[in-house]
T-cell receptor, first 116, second 114 residues
Framework: DGGITQSPKYLFRKEGQNVTLSCEQNLNHDAMYWYRQDPGQGLRLIYYSQIVNDFQKGDIAEGYSVSREKKESFPLTVTSAQKNPTAFYLC???????????????FGSGTQLSVL | GQQLNQSPQSMFIQEGEDVSMNCTSSSIFNTWLWYKQEPGEGPVLLIALYKAGELTSNGRLTAQFGITRKDSFLNISASIPSDVGIYFCAGQAGGSSNTGKLIFGQGTTLQVKP
């Protein structure tokens, strides 16, 4: 079945450690996104990628990094510079980048990151 | 930055009751999306709206794109226990404010008592 797969489901980070969250999609979508969700808040955009080998910062990119070497994959690294990393992280994709079209956004099932 | 105000923040209702929630924006939007998120899962798209005044249904769910283009409403009729979850609105600004980014409301947490 086509969809977006995030792994792991739960992840723990030690102080000073970088951790990487995986996101893979087999929907043949061009655009991919990373959102952060905190309790009682809306989703906030971290990074997005319109096409392979290209990505842009979202609203809260500090302390995070991404890569887009393959169309199917958009991993997110939470670096030690992110001082408050505990949150639920959601990966999403759309067929095309939304600015030029009204593409629907499809989400993965999320990764819960906690600090040890 | 642009913000969406979603209300109510939470609802606790009896099974069989109807539910209404809404989102308002300070600027004009050209797209409204409504998502449902169950605990520990990603949001799932319920309804997408693209034109002012548009009214769209998906089973017991009905959503409307406000005529002013600054608000949207979601109604759930005859609620059942599996309607439990967090409902998010999301919108995309129109015209010169369009960056392609979706802006999300804070969510409405719905609990249904059998």
């Amino acid at each position: 079945d086509g969809g977006i797969t995030q792994s792991p489901k739960y992840l723990f980070r030690k102080e000073g450690q970088n951790v990487t969250l995986s996101c893979e999609q087999n929907l043949n979508h061009d655009a991919m996104y990373w959102y952060r969700q905190d309790p009682g808040q809306g989703l906030r955009l971290i990074y997005y990628s319109q096409i392979v080998n290209d990505f842009q910062k979202g609203d809260i990119a500090e302390g995070y990094s991404v890569s887009r070497e393959k169309k199917e994959s958009f991993p997110l690294t939470v670096t030690s510079a992110q001082k408050n990393p505990t949150a639920f992280y959601l990966c999403a994709s759309s067929m095309k980048y939304r600015k030029t079209t009204n593409e629907k956004l499809f989400f993965g099932s999320g990764t819960q990151l906690s600090v040890l | 930055g642009q913000q969406l105000n979603q209300s109510p923040q939470s609802m606790f209702i009896q099974e069989g009751e109807d539910v209404s929630m809404n989102c308002t924006s300070s600027s004009i939007f050209n797209t409204w999306l409504w998502y449902k998120q169950e605990p520990g899962e990603g949001p799932v798209l319920l309804i997408a709206l693209y034109k002012a005044g548009e009214l769209t249904s998906n089973g017991r769910l009905t959503a409307q794109f406000g005529i002013t283009r600054k608000d949207s409403f979601l109604n759930i009729s005859a609620s059942i226990p599996s309607d439990v979850g967090i409902y998010f609105c999301a919108g995309q600004a129109g015209g010169s404010s369009n960056t392609g980014k979706l802006i999300f409301g804070q969510g409405t947490t719905l609990q249904v008592k059998p």
